[in-house]
């Protein structure tokens, strides 16, 4: 029986050991490497997404302008059969030879035939006109369809992504509430007034960020409740007169004849982190303005708590 016990205590002491409760200091830096995954994950689903919706809005053009074209060449072709069974009825009477040659008025029947064969000539043309765009539009949307396949396979693939996406956020929050950090955020905050040194387009975007502080992140969010790094930019640039893609991948390559270095960064550029897997707004004073990661909100934070070895550089818009 004491062997029993004492074999007991020593099994259970050393499960205890084997699986330890992570210190703090493990738990945050559990916490970054997830959060670094994160922005790896979401940047590759949101480029898969954007992909899909592009191939698919050229399909849908493409087959619209296609369905047009179908319908006029079928009315064409309705008109140039219409032609054939009246030319057919008239030749076997006006226009037989016998006829034309016994007609009071040879000439004029034979004015008649050539007008009608010329008609159905024009209109022949044009059908075959028609039916050449019918084949080069067809001939789009099948390449058009193509792209939607591809597209599409790709965003399959890339639910593997948001299944790692769920995953991780599962494991973020419990982390965070384990930290005791966690900020669930108001998706109707009213956040903050923009009095910074800023005019023009930029004092428009600055405003509209500022107006977003408090509310929370969500991975994919394009607002007006919950934001992303990359939905924030574009929204808050939307309001500055600017388009700007939806990633950050796509937001870093249209700006590649606008890049800044950290050094000559003005309010309202935007700031790349390396690896393009998270961004910022610059607001001056050293400070950016960002939708950071699950279980935080959109707030203002240091440069110089992440180190400027981090950044990739700037975009002015």
């Given at each position: 029986?004491?062997?029993?016990?004492?074999?007991?205590?020593?099994?259970?002491?050393?499960?205890?050991?084997?699986?330890?409760?992570?210190t703090?200091?493990?738990?945050?830096?559990?916490?970054?490497?997830?959060?670094?995954?994160?922005?790896?994950?979401?940047?590759?689903?949101?480029?898969?997404?954007?992909?899909?919706?592009?191939?698919?809005?050229?399909?849908?053009?493409?087959?619209?302008?296609?369905?047009?074209?179908?319908?006029?060449?079928?009315?064409?072709?309705?008109?140039?059969?219409?032609?054939?069974?009246?030319?057919?009825?008239?030749?076997?009477?006006?226009?037989?030879?016998?006829?034309?040659?016994?007609?009071?008025?040879?000439?004029?029947?034979?004015?008649?035939?050539?007008?009608?064969?010329?008609?159905?000539?024009?209109?022949?043309l044009?059908?075959?006109?028609?039916?050449?765009?019918?084949?080069?539009?067809?001939?789009?949307?099948n390449?058009?369809k193509?792209?939607v396949?591809?597209?599409?396979?790709?965003?399959?693939?890339?639910?593997?992504?948001?299944?790692?996406?769920?995953?991780?956020?599962?494991?973020?929050?419990?982390?965070?509430?384990?930290?005791?950090?966690?900020?669930?955020?108001?998706?109707?905050?009213?956040?903050?007034?923009?009095?910074?040194?800023?005019?023009?387009?930029?004092?428009?975007?600055?405003?509209?960020?500022?107006?977003?502080?408090?509310?929370?992140?969500?991975?994919?969010?394009?607002?007006?409740?919950?934001?992303?790094?990359?939905?924030?930019?574009?929204?808050?640039?939307?309001k500055?007169?600017?388009?700007?893609?939806?990633?950050?991948?796509?937001?870093?390559?249209?700006?590649?004849?606008?890049?800044v270095?950290?050094?000559?960064?003005?309010?309202?550029?935007?700031?790349?982190?390396?690896?393009?897997?998270?961004?910022?707004?610059?607001?001056?004073?050293?400070?950016?303005?960002?939708?950071?990661?699950?279980?935080?909100?959109?707030?203002?934070?240091?440069?110089?708590?992440?180190?400027?070895?981090?950044?990739?550089?700037?975009?002015?818009?």
């Amino acid at each position: 029986m004491g062997l029993a016990v004492t074999l007991a205590v020593t099994i259970c002491g050393e499960s205890a050991v084997a699986e330890p409760r992570p210190t703090l200091a493990q738990a945050r830096a559990k916490l970054a490497k997830l959060n670094d995954q994160m922005d790896q994950y979401v940047e590759r689903y949101n480029l898969a997404t954007e992909r899909w919706k592009e191939a698919k809005k050229k399909f849908d053009t493409v087959n619209a302008e296609l369905t047009k074209e179908q319908e006029r060449v079928e009315v064409l072709r309705r008109d140039v059969a219409h032609m054939a069974a009246v030319a057919y009825q008239s030749g076997a009477a006006a226009f037989a030879l016998p006829n034309l040659i016994g007609a009071e008025n040879p000439t004029d029947a034979l004015d008649q035939m050539a007008s009608f064969t010329q008609l159905a000539t024009s209109q022949a043309l044009i059908v075959t006109s028609y039916q050449s765009v019918l084949d080069k539009l067809t001939r789009r949307r099948n390449d058009a369809k193509t792209l939607v396949t591809e597209a599409d396979k790709a965003r399959k693939d890339v639910r593997d992504e948001r299944t790692k996406i769920e995953k991780a956020v599962r494991e973020q929050l419990k982390l965070l509430r384990r930290l005791g950090t966690y900020k669930a955020g108001n998706p109707n905050s009213p956040g903050l007034k923009y009095n910074g040194p800023a005019s023009g387009n930029s004092l428009a975007v600055l405003r509209f960020a500022f107006a977003q502080i408090g509310k929370p992140y969500r991975w994919g969010g394009t607002g007006p409740g919950s934001w992303d790094c990359s939905g924030l930019s574009q929204a808050a640039w939307a309001k500055g007169g600017v388009s700007l893609p939806r990633t950050t991948t796509q937001q870093w390559a249209w700006g590649s004849s606008r890049r800044v270095s950290m050094d000559n960064l003005r309010p309202g550029d935007l700031i790349f982190s390396r690896g393009l897997g998270h961004m910022g707004i610059y607001i001056g004073d050293g400070k950016m303005l960002h939708a950071p990661q699950t279980g935080d909100v959109v707030k203002i934070t240091p440069l110089s708590r992440y180190g400027n070895h981090r950044f990739l550089g700037g975009i002015r818009p």
